[in-house]
């Protein structure tokens, strides 16, 4: 099938992105970064900043040089952003003015802090609760983003009017929607787009202009959808869940490539997570509620097992997206993730649903064991579906 | 080696050690030892008789405490080691006895969690005895398979214990946040085994003038983490019953802070593994707050003793360099031993002391003072303002020489603070540091040898130089 022209232009927007943002520093304007998407992009856009979420894989170098200002025991997405900055060739690394922290993942809280004392960037940082299963935590966090929002129009010098914030929650609200509906495509069989296109038009809006990348999501489902869907239906129904899978995180997509494998769906905070829901009004109670009882990360951890949203989640994805496998990506040292792998085992055994566990880094040290694990994996679901 | 030999080789090393002479000086002596009795009367009781019968049976019962030197002439330290390695049966009849146990912990300030019918219990500190008591790691290899072959040691064996119900536990309820990042997983990991809830303390900027929103969600919080003690054992907590926990636990501190001024005396009356047991203990006070401020006071009088006498500690060579341990201090507690036999001695612990370093104000609403417990724990605090704590520590501290950092393998807590602290603190003070890496007890303790080797042997030139 053609790529859509719509899909040629996001490539294009993205090649020339990296220009753009310095035309728009040497004219003024301040680019604020953040790694988290639990820092609401609402408040940053509506203040005037330009966001720039800092989701890159670096290389092995990168995270070799991060490793010395963190741990050997740092996951290897926390020491690749210190590493790149430091490396100072990744555009976006290169041309923020400040970064915002919202600390879900504590190790990333350090990253933050080595930004600051070692390469002096200006950080601020936004209070974060961590039961976001409590209404009380919604609302301190509706508080701590009032003098978040004053910290960012200060720097900005552009204040966030109630009219400039409608403006920005209504861009995002239909940039979630459209994402959504990117996703929803992903149910079909065979689905009109594949999932690594979608994964990729999610990443395109972590540095987009926002504005310009709605306009692209709408001509991409204009162009796409009363198209005749000629996509070959995948060989397993693969749901792909764990740690960060940042942009430029290709092995584990190479090898299914190379297996004629892909997920159909994600559960992954650089994929699908963020796009789910709405913010029901342009006020700070809405948009903490909103960011914090979404679906949430998994660093931030839930005391029950009976009742525990992520599971819930899953086993709706697995539902509805007709899920035969589920592939557990985790970074070395991601405990958050790590750590409830006993528990997914036991959830997805209960309906019958293989997992396959992979805890890797960014070398390729490991790429022919995940080769041949995965490998088996598919035969599995394959001889199960026989 | 056969299990024959290795029985005849932990024979001959009692017999060789200063605990035979030291058991049967008590059955001659029975004035050395007197009883630790917690307020109701309950919980302990040491005779000498006990204490000798204790000592050998250690034999075959505690095969690992044969691998350290613990120094049993000072006074105390018997007791405190019965402390550790009585634990479990303790625990375990305390429940038995229909008191709650509730987990918390090593960084939680312990205050709130002794009311009325509850025992906190540190998972930590408890699998740490363990593996004291068994002197092998499978625990910690029992906990990885499990939970996660990346687990800091720490993790692993905490797990273990809870997911092998080697210590019952009634609920769970630690405070997280900027706190030990792992042990929220880890607990969250275990609660196919037990119930339990967190405490939030939110990670905020303490530079700002947001403290008074923040500070209030924790009061908040802590009313809420207190209420769910009430309602698990039934009893309403008394606002004057925490006052009298402070003070207690104030009085702890104070001991615990004198303990650890002692190896900076000239010549040190403790060494390095009395002064680190005697730290360790006050992330629960090994569930008797009571008992420990009893068996901590002898060890501290006994310290002044041998200080008045000019009397060294065990191991504490003559003119040694002064060392202090921050980050998260070793697991593996021949290290201890191995510095004193290279020349230097441990003075202090950050892991521990930070919760430790001042009083709390007992007058007052219980529950603000509570709150600022909590936020006056400089590890929560931003790295840049934690750094400069542990260097007010060497500056206010009678005389560190040098500064060891060390990371856990798998702790991505303080070990990714390693670099900061080590800069700031060289930066300031111009002490040497150095970072060392540990993980199961009794590992690279060749590599480990060298590199203290090398380290102790830089200060003490350092030394001579001044």
Not at chain 2, 19 to 40: A, K, M, N, Q, Y
Not at chain 2, 253 to 275: C, F, G, H, K, W
Request: net charge neutral; glycine share 6%; charged share 25%.
């Amino acid at each position: 099938m053609p790529k859509p022209a719509a899909l040629v232009r996001l490539e294009d927007e993205l090649a020339r992105r990296p220009k753009e943002l310095t035309q728009a520093k040497a004219q003024g304007k301040r680019i604020l970064g953040y790694f988290c998407s639990y820092i609401p992009e609402e408040l940053v856009w509506a203040s005037g900043l330009i966001p720039v979420r800092l989701c890159r894989r670096g290389d092995n170098q990168a995270a070799t040089i991060g490793r010395s200002f963190l741990t050997t025991n740092s996951c290897p997405f926390a020491c690749s952003c210190v590493g790149l900055k430091k490396q100072g060739r990744d555009p976006y690394f290169k041309l923020v003015d400040l970064v915002a922290d919202a600390p879900a993942c504590l190790q990333m809280r350090r990253v933050f802090e080595v930004w600051e004392r070692y390469f002096g960037v200006k950080v601020i940082l936004l209070s974060f609760p961590r039961k976001f299963y409590l209404p009380e935590a919604s609302e301190y966090f509706a508080r701590m983003l009032e003098p978040f929002t004053r910290e960012l129009s200060d720097y900005s010098r552009i204040p966030v009017t109630p009219e400039r914030l409608s403006r920005a929650v209504e861009l995002y609200n239909h940039i979630r929607r459209r994402q959504q509906r990117l996703y929803s495509l992903l149910r079909e069989d065979p689905p009109p787009i594949t999932w690594r296109d979608v994964f990729r038009i999610i990443h395109a809006g972590f540095v987009l202009d926002r504005e310009m990348y709605r306009d692209i999501l709408d001509e991409l489902l204009e162009e796409i959808l009363p198209q005749p869907h000629t996509n070959r239906p995948p060989q397993a129904r693969l749901l792909l869940a764990g740690s960060i899978m940042a942009p430029g995180d290709e092995k584990l997509f190479n090898i299914l490539g190379e297996l004629d494998a892909e997920p159909v769906m994600d559960e992954l905070c650089t994929g699908s997570r963020g796009t789910w829901g709405q913010v029901d009004a342009p006020n700070e109670g809405s948009l903490a509620r909103h960011y914090l009882t979404n679906i949430p990360c998994s660093s931030l951890p839930y005391p029950r097992l009976e009742d525990d949203p992520r599971h819930a989640h899953i086993s709706r994805l697995i539902k509805d997206y007709r899920i035969q496998g589920v592939i557990y990506h985790t970074l070395h040292f991601c405990d958050a993730y790590n750590f409830k792998v006993q528990h997914l085992h036991n959830l997805l055994s209960s309906y019958s649903i293989p997992l396959l566990h992979l805890n890797s880094d960014y070398s390729m040290a490991d790429a022919g064991q995940i080769r041949t694990r995965v490998e088996a994996f598919l035969e599995i679901i394959q001889d199960r579906s026989a | 080696m056969s299990v024959v030999t290795k029985s005849f080789d932990t024979i001959h090393k009692f017999l060789n050690s200063p605990r035979l002479e030291f058991g049967l000086r008590i059955l001659h002596d029975p004035s050395i030892v007197t009883d630790i009795r917690r307020l109701d009367g309950r919980f302990l009781k040491i005779s000498a008789w006990g204490i000798f019968k204790f000592l050998v049976e250690a034999l075959w019962k505690y095969p690992g405490m044969f691998d350290y030197e613990i120094d049993p002439s000072l006074r105390g330290m018997s007791e405190l080691t019965y402390m550790i390695l009585s634990l479990e049966e303790r625990v375990k009849a305390a429940r038995k006895r229909g008191v709650k146990i509730v987990g918390k912990w090593p960084a939680n300030p312990t205050d709130p969690y002794f009311v009325d019918g509850v025992m906190a219990l540190d998972p930590f500190l408890a699998g740490y005895c363990r593996l004291l008591a068994e002197g092998k790691p499978d625990l910690v290899k029992r906990g990885r398979a499990r939970l996660s072959e990346e687990a800091c040691p720490a993790q692993a064996a905490a797990y273990s214990i809870l997911d092998e119900e080697t210590y019952p536990m009634d609920f769970f309820y630690p405070f997280i946040g900027p706190w030990c990042y792992d042990s929220q997983y880890c607990f969250e990991a275990l609660r196919h085994k037990v119930d339990g809830d967190y405490g939030d303390h939110p990670v905020f900027n303490q530079r700002d003038d947001r403290l008074g929103i923040s500070r209030e969600y924790l009061r908040q919080e802590l009313l809420r983490f207190l209420k769910r003690l009430e309602e698990l054992t039934g009893k309403k907590i008394d606002p004057e019953a925490l006052r009298r926990e402070f003070i207690l636990e104030n009085k702890l501190r104070r001991v615990l802070r004198e303990i650890i001024a002692l190896p900076q005396e000239e010549p040190p009356p403790i060494d390095s593994l009395a002064m680190i047991l005697s730290v360790f203990i006050c992330s629960d006070w090994l569930g008797d707050p009571e008992a420990a401020l009893q068996v901590l006071s002898r060890i501290r009088d006994a310290g002044y003793e041998r200080l008045a006498k000019g009397r060294r500690g065990m191991l504490v060579q003559k003119y040694p360099v002064r060392i202090l341990i921050t980050g998260i201090a070793w697991g593996d507690l021949g290290l201890y031993n191995m510095v004193d036999e290279l020349g230097g001695v441990i003075v202090g612990s950050d892991c521990v002391y930070n919760l430790f370093h001042k009083d709390i104000d007992t007058d007052g609403d219980p529950i603000d003072i509570l709150t600022d417990r909590f936020l006056a724990t400089p590890y929560t605090w931003q790295v840049e303002e934690r750094s400069m704590w542990t260097v007010n520590t060497i500056r206010s501290a009678k005389r560190v020489d040098g500064l060891i950092f060390n990371c856990n393998f798998g702790c991505n807590y303080q070990a990714a603070e390693a670099r900061f602290v080590t800069d700031i603190v060289k930066r300031e003070t111009g002490i040497p540091c150095l970072i060392t890496d540990a993980d199961l007890p009794k590992e690279n303790r060749g590599q480990m040898r060298t590199r203290l080797g090398a380290f102790i042997e830089l200060l003490k030139e350092r030394q001579l130089e001044d």
